[in-house]
């Protein structure tokens, strides 16, 4: 079978899903139960599974972990402000809430960050202090978008490279975990509408192993992803006020 996509295909795929997940997002505060926006919303659901496998394949082709590392660290912090700011929430996390109260590019980092600890000898530092370090380090991942599973996720599919299948029963198996939990204690639609991170299986089935021409892309996300955040924010502001359109 001839594999179709490349590295960059996926990348546009992602955006283009956020994006739409996002437009329902301001049009449809609160994640109601409706057609139109729960579609859209599914649409989304193809994003978070792509960026969680291209950070794996980043943190394994990075010629400098510690300059990823960095890269993801600053855009961590500019897009909590960009995210906060699009859907209503206070900048400093907890006081709106317990979920989503930074972007999903915090639990991104976090996932590159354990991964290099798990891989890393670290002079003076035990196994048991290492773990320890590592399990406070995906806890602080809870509150952001997609929560502590992002970086169990992202875990998973690094360990399980070059198995398809293998790593996305693990990823959805960590869906699943996330899905009950929103289910339950979140936004009964948002909590079934996650589990549709499985539909990315087809397109990532296509995918070539190749990164593709434009390598402008790799550099695009980043600036996209808080960008139109901010445009996402203005808009809310314009058709709202200022009031979060999250559940």
């Given at each position: ?21 996002h437009i ?199 600036i996209y ?23």
């Amino acid at each position: 079978m001839v594999k179709r996509l490349n590295a960059n295909h996926l990348k546009i795929i992602a955006i283009i899903a956020m994006t739409i997940d996002h437009i329902a997002d301001l049009l449809y505060p609160s994640f109601p139960a409706k057609p139109l926006p729960i579609a859209m919303h599914i649409i989304g659901r193809l994003t978070a599974p792509i960026m969680w496998f291209f950070i794996a394949e980043g943190y394994h082709h990075t010629r400098d972990v510690k300059k990823y590392l960095l890269r993801l660290g600053i855009f961590a912090i500019i897009s909590h402000f960009a995210y906060c700011f699009a859907f209503g929430l206070d900048f400093v996390p907890f006081r709106s809430g317990v979920f989503n109260q930074t972007s999903v590019m915090y639990p991104l980092f976090v996932a590159v960050l354990v991964l290099w600890l798990q891989d890393t000898e670290i002079k003076g530092m035990s196994n048991v202090i290492k773990n320890i370090l590592i399990f406070i380090l995906i806890w602080t991942a809870f509150p952001a978008d997609w929560s502590c599973i992002a970086v169990l996720a992202i875990i998973g599919i690094y360990r399980n490279r070059g198995n398809l299948s293998k790593q996305t029963l693990i990823m959805m198996l960590w869906v699943l975990l996330y899905a009950a939990i929103s289910f339950f204690f979140v936004n009964k639609t948002y909590g079934i509408v996650s589990l549709f991170a499985f539909l990315v299986y087809p397109f990532m089935k296509q995918y070539n192993g190749e990164r593709g021409k434009a390598s402008w892309l790799k550099w695009f996300f980043y600036i996209y992803y808080p960008a139109h955040l901010v445009i996402i924010g203005v808009l809310r502001i314009m058709m709202y006020g200022n009031v979060s359109i999250l559940f």
